[in-house]
């Protein structure tokens, strides 16, 4: 029962490198999350999807891209990576979202720095 | 806009109870609230709705009182395994927006 899965755990980029975080969830849910987590700033959105083939802007997008081609798959691009970027980034799932009152499943992380 | 959660910051005795307030400048719909424990995921905790009900969850209980658009999370005779930092995430009554997650209030339980 892996629930949501995060790939890579760990990375180390230098500045200027490009690199995709995969998410994978087999709990067939519909609206998957990417945020980033930074001391003292709690969780904040990045990009969001509400079904297979749709994306949509977060609260904190810029720099970051991302595709939704398989509905079990969430993918983060860093095109090019900056410093600022460096960070802690979790995924989440769920069935549904504003007014589903159903909660968000969380992947482990990926704890990614940029030197 | 980010909801406001005081405090920031917590330290408890074993068997100690604690408040964990989560305040929002809109009107909201639900609010949501997840356990962190350090270096790991969030984890749900609970959903409240409005219409001020209450929920609990093991020794772990909330209210929502819409009208002051907050909710408080009640830790009540607190174990070691309640440390953790704990988020609240609310969903605005406007419209079809995302959580949005509070900075989180840090909760340290020492024996």
């Known amino acids: 029962n892996a629930g949501v899965t995060q790939t890579p755990k760990f990375r180390v980029l230098k500045t200027g490198q490009s690199m995709t975080l995969l998410c994978a969830q087999d709990m067939n849910h519909e609206y998957m999350y990417w945020y980033r987590q930074d001391p003292g700033m709690g969780l904040r959105l990045i990009h969001y999807?509400?079904?297979?083939?749709?994306?949509a802007k977060g609260e904190v997008p810029d720099g970051y891209n991302v595709s939704r081609l398989k509905k079990q798959n969430f993918l983060l691009g860093l095109e090019s990576a900056a410093p600022s970027q460096t960070s802690v980034y979790f995924c989440?799932?769920?069935?549904?979202?504003?007014?589903?009152?159903?909660?968000?499943?969380f992947g482990d992380g990926t704890r990614l720095s940029i030197l | 806009q980010q909801p406001v959660q005081s405090p920031q910051a917590v330290i408890l005795r074993e068997g100690e109870d604690a408040v964990i307030n989560c305040s929002s400048s809109?009107?909201?719909?639900?609010v949501h609230w997840y356990r962190q424990k350090h270096g790991e995921a969030p984890v749900f905790l609970m959903i409240?709705?409005?219409?001020?009900e209450q929920k609990g969850h093991e020794k772990i209980s909330a209210s929502f009182n819409e009208k002051k658009q907050q909710s408080s999370l009640y830790l009540t005779a607190s174990q070691l395994s309640y440390s953790g930092t704990y988020f609240c995430g609310t969903e605005a009554l406007s419209g079809n927006t995302p959580l949005v997650f509070g900075k989180g209030t840090r909760l340290s339980v020492i024996a």
């Open positions: 989440a799932s769920a069935t549904g979202g504003w007014g589903s009152n159903q909660p968000q499943h």
């Open positions: 809109k009107a909201l719909y639900s």
């Open positions: 409240l709705l409005k219409g001020g």
């Open positions: 999807s509400v079904g297979e083939g749709t994306t």
